[in-house]
């Protein structure tokens, strides 16, 4: 559970990151190299082989559009300036009710990529991808709190880890 919250974190940190800052240059750069080391850092994690790798990443890129359209509908959903005190009790369980049916959406566009990519992947790869997904969000957290960018780049010239923070669970 622990790491359900932190990873919903780390999107909404990620996606909050995104909103109004497209258009600058600075910005789009750290996201293409947030992008590539994602690709080195899952495909090092997971193993893949040449044959896998090609048939992996045009279902995982797809999968990672449609996860971030839900995010940013999500955030559409709560603006910046949301204030809950000035909002009726409707209003509140109308949010709420949104914010749980998109949940959802995002449970099931999860099953649906991972049903897909189990096709071109060993299953075994496919649970490895989960666990590896979250070790990058963790490493991108990392750099985020020395003081660095999500997409490299960091200001002090450190390295950073790559192992988790957060002891493992079985």
Do not use: C
């Not at 495909?43 to 048939?55: F, G, R, S, Y």
């Not at 359209?69 to 109308?94: I, S, V, Y």
Request: glycine residues 4%.
């Amino acid at each position: 559970m622990k790491r359900v919250i932190i990873t919903t974190l780390a999107l909404v940190v990620l996606t909050t990151l995104t909103l109004g800052q497209e258009k600058r240059p600075r910005f789009r750069a750290n996201m293409e190299l947030m992008r590539s080391e994602r690709v080195s850092f899952l495909t090092n994690k997971l193993q893949l082989t040449v044959d896998e790798a090609e048939k992996f990443w045009p279902l995982y890129n797809e999968y990672q559009k449609k996860r971030e359209e839900l995010f940013f509908a999500r955030q559409k959903m709560m603006p910046r300036n949301f204030d809950p005190a000035k909002a009726t009790d409707k209003d509140l369980e109308e949010m709420l009710n949104n914010m749980l049916d998109e949940d959802v959406k995002l449970a099931e566009l999860k099953r649906e990529y991972f049903l897909k990519i189990r096709e071109v992947i060993p299953v075994r790869k496919v649970l490895m991808l989960h666990r590896a997904e979250q070790e990058f969000m963790n490493h991108l957290l990392n750099r985020i709190h020395e003081g660095g960018s999500p997409g490299g780049g960091d200001r002090s010239g450190r390295d950073f880890p790559t192992k988790s923070p957060l002891p493992e669970t079985r």
